[in-house]
């Protein structure tokens, strides 16, 4: 058995798979969406939007950028990757297709806009997670042609401080991209609905601590990862202990 990847064998194989995508892609947004309301928080606490010129730390700057910026690779992986050994709703849509009359399953039919915001959010993954050349033809220099001067230092900008401006623009692109991503979430509920034949009720539990063993499952994972862990008996000894 390849534990690398997944296969979607029976009902239960896709009930599992999405439901681990609810519970990541739920706790991811929540995350999200507290650090965004923060910002908007300080925003408006430093008047920014009427004075977008005052000036900010760019430490302030980094964190939220840092914050937020997280949240969103991660959903949009969950949402987007489309890598055989990636776990998103876009593998789960291409495959619950594939085997849907094979195993006697439903989902729901996309609308032409729809199906094109989730592949919007493949484009903006597969953007985001490398480093695109691009950026360089985008520099000044590189479309002017401009010689560069190889025995001179590599200047490197540093800046003392921000355009409040800056957080306006951050605040407002993440909205619009939580926006994205709740929408193509309530598409997922109404999967979830389609395979189960039960609403996608979520439950908030509240716990006074989380030890430390929790990471038993992406310790497992990266066992799978580097071939230290082979078997579901190897797995299986984890929790066993």
């Known amino acids: 058995m390849n534990l690398k990847g997944y296969k979607f064998n029976t009902k239960e194989d896709f009930v599992y798979y999405i439901q681990h995508l609810i519970y990541g892609i739920s706790k991811t947004m929540d995350i999200f969406e507290k650090h965004l309301n923060e910002l908007e928080t300080y925003i408006k606490d430093r008047d920014l939007a009427e004075r977008p010129k005052r000036v900010i730390?760019?430490?302030?700057?980094?964190?939220?950028?840092?914050?937020?910026?997280?949240?969103?690779?991660?959903?949009?992986?969950?949402?987007?990757?489309?890598?055989e050994l990636g776990c998103s709703y876009q593998n789960y849509r291409k495959n619950i297709k594939k085997k849907s009359k094979e195993l006697n399953l439903s989902y729901i039919e996309f609308t032409q806009e729809q199906?094109?915001?989730?592949?919007?959010?493949?484009?903006?993954?597969?953007?985001?997670?490398?480093?695109?050349?691009?950026?360089?033809?985008?520099t000044k220099r590189k479309a002017f042609g401009e010689e560069i001067d190889v025995t001179?230092?590599?200047?490197?900008?540093?800046?003392?401080?921000?355009?409040?401006?800056?957080?306006?623009?951050l605040h407002l692109q993440e909205k619009n991209s939580l926006d994205a991503f709740k929408a193509l979430f309530e598409l997922l509920k109404k999967d979830y609905k389609e395979l189960t034949g039960f609403p996608c009720l979520i439950q908030r539990n509240t716990y006074s601590l989380r030890p430390i063993e929790d990471l038993v499952i992406p310790e497992i994972s990266f066992g799978i990862q580097s071939k230290k862990i082979k078997t579901l008996d190897d797995i299986k000894a984890y929790y066993e202990v």
């Not at 959903?75 to 489309?82: A, K, M, P, R, V």
């Not at 915001?117 to 360089?136: D, K, Y």
């Open 152 to 169: 001179k230092p590599i200047s490197i900008s540093v800046f003392e401080k921000y355009e409040g401006a800056w957080l306006i623009d």
């Open 57 to 83: 730390s760019p430490d302030i700057h980094d964190r939220y950028n840092s914050m937020l910026g997280n949240s969103s690779n991660q959903l949009l992986n969950y949402f987007g990757d489309q890598a």
């Open 115 to 138: 199906e094109e915001e989730l592949n919007n959010v493949t484009t903006s993954r597969n953007w985001s997670n490398h480093i695109p050349v691009s950026l360089i033809h985008s």
